[in-house]
């Protein structure tokens, strides 16, 4: 599937590291997503950009840093990130927002060491 | 803001059995559930949906219920197969609003 991209699949960082999630669709929608999704634990949304505009921020750490230059890529910029950030990250668009289909990229699987 | 309440968390079943995931939510506004399938190691993915202007929708062996008086709408899976084992999320939503999702049932087919 090509609707929805993300890079990498996979990241190992350090505490001290800086890095970048990226995400990419291909769908002509307008909403963009970034969702944490740990062991046991349900979705949780983080950011929300609806016409590159962030309409929604669910009390993330400053540590996470959303980018949303066109509405087709996302960013998620990494520093000083802890060891319980370790999860999977998720990236969906939507036409809208709200009563639309998500769809979903593959995710990036991060680790934090 | 709204809150989904889904059950059962994991669900055990031996192939050709019916399978029944429900969720409950809070906010009587909402008007939008949709269902991903999300199974190991890939993203979620929506199988099924249904619009409060509606209280039952099928495709195949999947169907979704909604009762809006009682708040809750439900999954049903007949005929289960193994390649139904998956996590599935129910997701509560209306207007522009962003959805809220289910803990997630984890499905376990046996063969």
């Known amino acids: 599937e090509t609707g929805v991209t993300q890079t990498p699949r996979h990241l190992v960082m350090g505490m001290t590291n800086k890095k970048s999630l990226k995400c990419e669709q291909h769908l002509g929608h307008n909403a963009m997503y970034w969702y944490k999704q740990s062991a046991k634990k349900p979705l949780e949304l983080m950011f929300v950009y609806s016409l590159e505009e962030r309409v929604e921020n669910n009390s993330v750490p400053s540590r996470f840093s959303p980018e949303c230059p066109n509405s087709s890529h996302l960013f998620l910029h990494l520093h000083t990130l802890q060891p319980e950030d370790s999860a999977l990250y998720l990236c969906a668009s939507s036409q809208g927002s709200g009563s639309d289909t998500q769809y979903f990229g593959p995710g990036t699987r991060l680790t934090v060491l | 803001g709204e809150n989904v309440e889904q059950h059962p968390s994991t669900l055990s079943v031996q192939e050709g059995d019916s399978a029944v995931i429900k969720c409950t939510y809070s906010?009587?506004?909402?008007?939008?559930f949709p269902w991903y399938k999300q199974e190991l190691g890939k993203r979620p993915q929506l199988i099924i949906d249904i619009r409060s202007n509606v209280g039952e929708k099928k495709d195949q062996r999947i169907a979704v219920t909604l009762n809006k008086t009682a708040k809750h709408f439900s999954l049903h899976i007949t005929e289960t197969q193994p390649e139904d084992s998956a996590v599935y999320f129910c997701a509560a939503s209306w207007g522009s609003y962003i959805p809220t999702f289910g803990r997630g049932t984890s499905l376990i087919v046996h063969p």
């Open positions: 906010d009587s506004a909402s008007n939008y």
